[in-house]
């Protein structure tokens, strides 16, 4: 057997395909690439016999010329040699695109570019001539693979032209309508001039200057307007001069939606990368939009995103920096209009604060947060409470707010950020201290009623909690203002999670159900190791209040029920719970019989607290 090396035989078709289906995500790419060959070539040949503002690219669509479509432009052109090489070139171009390599000479770029064409078309044509002098060439491709070259005798003008012969299935792509939306979709802002010609004759020019790039205020701020949809609140210029990276981030005059992240419009040599490319930004600037143009960062294969790589990391942060600069400057300088920038964008300014000690140490006091006394700002909060009491989650909140005193606010911390916001405050503010609130712990608490008259404060916790078995709920007795609440429904998050748990397993399968039930176990268990008390909800009876101490009196054990249930279901509702179907029976019941004894009709019925619903 012989020992000779072969190289491998490429099948084009599935080289196509590779393209087509898994690299690009559309064959609307291949004037892109079309486009950029021309341009690298026309930057090459102004390296080799200088500039000529005349030389540019020029594109006849389908539908206006002679029934092909042709780009042709004055750059460097190919030599026969080059020509010859192309479809290995081709091979060794693409490999380098796949592994994020630079792709520094012309001809890989146009290899890699021909490549793309052939999503498009069946049969291409490439006419050359070379700025360094020898014969003109053609190169003839098709779609099964197969390959011609020769040397022409006509006269060809220096530099390249590629004529294309659709497929029947993309031959929209190749119309006058198409080209021009595409032409100035990927090159509006090339810096050479790309002209299309039009089926009526006459020519369009599609390339324009940069408004993004040192344009006037006016032009930058339009620019800004058609990016957003609306008026920007300002727009910050933005510099990297270490990766050529230049542009505006547009301060968005809205609050984009809580966790949204801005993905940015892309720019390589002033050739559309993608509009809406992610990781340019930091994380927390979600309150810009984003255009730049970069000479210095790297495109991935496809060419619709960047590499991820060193350059990209510094300038994500020196845009950052930028940002925060922007940030500290308004407030040094139009005080006013930073109050109404943190009123709009409020979630990424207190993301912005936890990532930036500098920063945190200016802007934290214009944030705001809210508190069982109103919303207020972080200073006024300060000034007024140094002892900075938080509530974990919202439905701790909900639950202490309504008999927190008015002394002593509670900080809703379950909005994004606002813990974190909190347990910050003491390294901001001398003599401000922060505590994170317990529900539990605040109910023990709460005044217990006078040694008078414990007794029957006891009574009424023993009774109250016999009539709310079927729902798990233990009774206990407490004074607090308000005067006018009888009632509240306080549970920590072990029982929100209990509940949860009890309402999937009554909805699940058997396999499901028998999970929750060991989970439900497992966690009992470890309770009772630690010597910690069962997870159950309680139903606060404010003993300040008229109704719970004549409900205290009440010997019907019928009445006294229905009056606890109903004081159970207000209690819920006032703190936002759904009520579960065991809530809903205790409520029907309670309200049916309420109706009842109202009309003097009947008595009313037994109380249903063995007959747990399931």
């Keep these: 057997m012989s020992s000779e090396l072969l190289p491998f035989q490429v099948d084009l078709r599935g080289v196509v395909d590779l393209l087509s289906r898994h690299i690009y995500s559309s064959p609307r790419v291949f004037l892109r690439e079309l486009l950029q060959n021309g341009r690298d070539a026309l930057t090459a040949r102004a390296e080799f016999d200088g500039g000529d503002s005349a030389r540019g690219i020029r594109i006849t669509p389908l539908d206006a010329g002679d029934g092909e479509f042709v780009l042709r432009d004055d750059g460097i052109g190919l030599t026969a040699s080059e020509m010859t090489e192309l479809l290995s070139t081709v091979g060794r171009s693409s490999k380098r695109d796949i592994f994020d390599l630079p792709r520094s000479d012309y001809l890989g770029q146009f290899g890699i570019g021909l490549l793309s064409c052939f999503m498009v078309a069946d049969r291409i044509v490439i006419r050359s001539r070379s700025a360094r002098g020898g014969a003109a060439v053609e190169w003839v491709g098709l779609g099964d693979g197969t390959f011609s070259v020769r040397e022409v005798t006509d006269e060809l003008p220096i530099g390249t032209s590629v004529h294309l012969t659709p497929r029947f299935d993309q031959s929209d ?4 309508a198409s080209v021009l939306s595409l032409a100035t979709t990927f090159g509006e802002f090339l810096p050479v001039p790309v002209r299309v010609d039009l089926p009526g004759g006459g020519v369009e020019v599609i390339t324009r200057d940069a408004p993004f790039l040192g344009g006037s205020p006016d032009d930058t701020l339009a620019y800004g307007r058609d990016l957003l949809g609306a008026e920007p609140f300002d727009a910050i210029e933005i510099d990297v001069p270490a990766t050529g990276t230049r542009g505006y981030a547009y ?7 809580p966790g949204a992240r801005q993905a940015s419009r892309v720019y390589l040599g002033r050739m559309l990368l993608g509009e809406r490319i992610d990781d340019v930004l930091p994380e927390w600037a979600f309150f810009v939009r984003t255009v730049i143009d970069s000479t210095g960062l790297s495109p991935t294969a496809s060419r619709e995103s960047l590499v991820d790589d060193e350059s990209l990391e510094y300038t994500r942060a020196e845009i950052g920096a930028t940002l925060r600069r922007w940030v500290m400057e308004l407030g040094l300088q139009a005080p ?16 912005l604060v936890l990532h930036d000690d500098e920063l945190a140490r200016f802007i934290t006091k214009w944030l705001s947060v809210e508190t069982s006394a109103g919303r207020m700002t972080i200073d006024t909060l300060v000034r007024r409470f140094p002892e900075v009491r938080y509530a974990e989650t919202v439905d701790e909140f909900r639950q202490l707010a309504s008999f927190a005193r008015s002394d002593r606010p509670i900080v809703n911390g379950g909005y994004v950020y606002d813990s974190e916001i909190a347990r910050l405050l003491p390294t901001l503010f001398e003599g401000v201290t922060a505590q994170r609130v317990d529900v539990a712990d605040e109910l023990d608490r709460l005044a217990e009623p006078p040694l008078a008259e414990r007794d029957a404060a006891v009574r009424l916790e023993d009774r109250a909690t016999l009539a709310l078995a079927s729902v798990e709920c233990r009774a206990v007795v407490r004074g607090y203002e308000p005067h006018d609440l009888p009632a509240l429904y306080v549970a920590d998050d072990a029982v929100f999670r209990r509940i ?3 309402r999937a397993r009554g909805a699940s399968s058997g396999l499901w159900g028998g999970v929750l039930s060991q989970v439900d176990d497992f966690v009992n268990a470890s309770r009772a190791a630690e010597n910690r008390p069962d997870a159950v909800a309680r139903l606060c009876l404010n003993w300040n209040t008229p109704v719970v101490r004549q409900l205290a009196a009440v010997d019907d054990d019928a009445v006294f029920a229905r009056s606890v249930h109903l004081l159970y279901v207000q209690a819920l509702l006032a703190g936002h719970r759904p009520l579960a179907v065991a809530d809903r029976a205790l409520m029907t019941t309670a309200l049916g019989d309420l109706i009842q004894l109202s009309v003097g009709l009947t008595e009313p019925a037994p109380s249903p607290d063995t007959d747990r619903p399931a």
């Design 336 to 351: 006013h209009l930073l109050s109404q920038f943190v009123a709009t964008h409020d979630i990424a300014l207190k993301a």
């Design 251 to 257: 301060v968005l005059p809205f609050s984009p939606p």
């Design 173 to 176: 792509l190749l119309t006058t």
């Design 500 to 502: 949860d748990r009890s």
